[in-house]
């Protein structure tokens, strides 16, 4: 099967593809494509992993064709994110600088 793993840094992303035989998991593609040994600070207890942008685990039987994807842990809550940007907008709205 033919397969693709995928890493991303802020300013760079790594995309390997490879070979598998039937049966691979996520893990084991993950552990087979040596994107542990370029980038050690990921660790798949901590990292989520996912297929085409849906999380799954790291034991889940991969298909032909599949992108598995590592995602780096999230700096900032993008909820909260949001509802600051728009607490700010409602500030400048009503003309008051708090």
Partial sequence: ???EVAYALR???TL???EVAAGTTLAQAVEISGILELYP???LCKNKTGIFGKVVKPDTVLRD???VEIYRNLIADPKQIRRERAAEGKKMRSGKKI
């Fill in 1 to 3: 099967m033919k397969i």
């Fill in 65 to 67: 064709k599949d992108r």
């Fill in 41 to 43: 600070n990921i660790d």
């Fill in 16 to 18: 390997l593809n490879l």
């Fill in 11 to 13: 300013d760079k992303q």
